[in-house]
C-alpha cells in the first residue's frame, strides 16, 4: 500500500491508499489500524505523516563518509529535528533570513516510519515494527550546524520547511528490502547525488535496534537513515540552495519529493 495523506476540504486532513490510477482512497482507521479503505477522497498532498519524532542518523553512506574525510563511526550518530521542521511534497524550503544563513544544503535521505511501540527490538525482528518509507529531505544549515550551534548539529537542522517528507508511504509488502535502492537529488536538471542504500553503513533492522534500546519508540516515529555522497559543503564550489530552484529528491519504488526553494520574508 501506498499512503498519503491529504488536505480535503469537507473533511480536512485525511489520511488515504494511493491507487494506481493516481485515485485515492480514504484510511478512516488512520495509518496505524487496520488499513482498510473506505470512499475516495481528493486533495492536496500533505506530508504523509503527522511524525511522534524525528530521529536522524548521520555520516551513514560509506562515501559520503569519504567525502567528507570522516572515520566511519563505531556506532550510528543521532541528531534529531523538530516535527515543526515538517514540509508538505511541493512546499518551499524556506531559507532563513532572520537566522540569517547563506549555507543551506540539500541531503537526499531514506525514512523509515514507525508502525508500532517498539523497545529493545533485535535486528533480526526490527522490520516488523516498520509502519513503512518514505522521501526526505535533511535540509541543513551548514553554518549553524557546524559553527552557530554550540557544538550541537540541531540549530541548523530544525528551521521550519527543513525536512520534507513523501510524497508517499511505501508499506512493507511493497517494498520488502529498503536497501538496494537507488537515492538521487536533482536541481535544475543537474544530479548532484546519485547512489544507493546499498551503501548504507548502518542498514535499518541496525539503526531500530539501536535506536529502541532501553528506549520507547513511539508510532509515528520518522527515523532519517542518511545521506550519500554529493552534498553541497562536499563541493569544490560549495554548492547552496538558491531562491527560484527545485530540489527533487527521487528513491526507486518510492517515488520524488519536490520542494521549490524561497527566502523566509522578514
Same mark, same amino acid.
Given at each position: 500500500?501506498?499512503i498519503?495523506?491529504?488536505?480535503?476540504?469537507d473533511?480536512?486532513a485525511?489520511?488515504?491508499?494511493?491507487?494506481?490510477?493516481?485515485?485515492?482512497?480514504?484510511?478512516?482507521?488512520?495509518?496505524?489500524g487496520?488499513?482498510?479503505?473506505?470512499? @475516495?477522497?481528493?486533495?492536496d !498532498?500533505?506530508a504523509?505523516?503527522?511524525?511522534?519524532?524525528? !530521529?536522524?542518523?548521520?555520516?551513514?553512506?560509506?562515501?559520503?563518509a569519504?567525502?567528507?574525510?570522516?572515520?566511519?563511526?563505531?556506532?550510528?550518530? !543521532?541528531?534529531?529535528?523538530t516535527?515543526?521542521?515538517v514540509?508538505?511534497?511541493?512546499?518551499?524550503?524556506?531559507?532563513?533570513?532572520?537566522?540569517?544563513?547563506?549555507?543551506?544544503?540539500?541531503?537526499?535521505?531514506?525514512a523509515?516510519?514507525?508502525g508500532?511501540?517498539?523497545?529493545?527490538?533485535?535486528?533480526?525482528?526490527?522490520?516488523d515494527?516498520?509502519?513503512?518509507?518514505?522521501?526526505?529531505?535533511?535540509?541543513s544549515?551548514?553554518d549553524?550546524?557546524?559553527?552557530?550551534?554550540?557544538?550541537q548539529?540541531?540549530?541548523?537542522?530544525?528551521?521550519?520547511?527543513?525536512?520534507?517528507?513523501?510524497?508517499?508511504?511505501v508499506?512493507?509488502?511493497?517494498? @520488502?528490502? @529498503?536497501?538496494?535502492?537507488?537515492?538521487?537529488?536533482?536541481?535544475?536538471?543537474?544530479?548532484?547525488?546519485?547512489?544507493?542504500?546499498?551503501?548504507?553503513?548502518?542498514?535499518?533492522?541496525?539503526?531500530?535496534?539501536?535506536?529502541?534500546?532501553?528506549?520507547t519508540? !513511539?508510532?509515528?516515529?520518522?527515523?532519517l537513515?542518511?545521506?550519500?555522497e554529493?552534498?553541497?559543503?562536499?563541493?569544490?564550489?560549495?554548492?547552496?540552495l538558491?531562491?527560484?530552484?527545485?530540489?527533487?529528491?527521487?528513491?526507486?519504488?518510492?517515488?520524488?519529493?519536490?520542494?521549490?526553494?524561497?527566502?523566509?520574508k522578514i
Amino acid at each position: 500500500m501506498r499512503i498519503v495523506r491529504v488536505q480535503t476540504e469537507d473533511k480536512g486532513a485525511c489520511y488515504g491508499a494511493l491507487q494506481n490510477d493516481g485515485t485515492i482512497l480514504e484510511l478512516p482507521g488512520g495509518p496505524f489500524g487496520n488499513l482498510a479503505t473506505g470512499g @475516495p477522497i481528493k486533495g492536496d !498532498l500533505l506530508a504523509p505523516i503527522v511524525p511522534a519524532a524525528i !530521529l536522524c542518523i548521520g555520516l551513514n553512506y560509506r562515501k559520503h563518509a569519504e567525502e567528507t574525510g570522516s572515520q566511519l563511526p563505531e556506532h550510528p550518530i !543521532l541528531f534529531m529535528k523538530t516535527p515543526s521542521s515538517v514540509q508538505n511534497p511541493g512546499g518551499p524550503i524556506v531559507l532563513p533570513r532572520h537566522l540569517k544563513s547563506d549555507k543551506v544544503d540539500y541531503e537526499a535521505e531514506l525514512a523509515v516510519v514507525i508502525g508500532k511501540p517498539c523497545k529493545n527490538v533485535s535486528p533480526e525482528d526490527a522490520l516488523d515494527y516498520v509502519l513503512g518509507y518514505t522521501c526526505a529531505n535533511d535540509v541543513s544549515a551548514r553554518d549553524w550546524q557546524k559553527h552557530g550551534g554550540g557544538g550541537q548539529w540541531c540549530r541548523g537542522k530544525t528551521f521550519d520547511t527543513f525536512c520534507p517528507l513523501g510524497p508517499c508511504i511505501v508499506t512493507p509488502d511493497e517494498l @520488502p528490502d @529498503p536497501h538496494g535502492l537507488r537515492i538521487s537529488t536533482v536541481i535544475g536538471g543537474e544530479v548532484l547525488q546519485d547512489s544507493n542504500t546499498s551503501d548504507l553503513i548502518f542498514k535499518v533492522p541496525e539503526i531500530i535496534a539501536f535506536l529502541s534500546g532501553s528506549t520507547t519508540l !513511539l508510532p509515528g516515529t520518522v527515523i532519517l537513515t542518511g545521506t550519500p555522497e554529493g552534498v553541497g559543503m562536499a563541493r569544490q564550489p560549495y554548492r547552496w540552495l538558491q531562491p527560484g530552484e527545485t530540489v527533487e529528491v527521487t528513491i526507486e519504488h518510492i517515488g520524488t519529493l519536490s520542494n521549490p526553494v524561497h527566502e523566509e520574508k522578514i
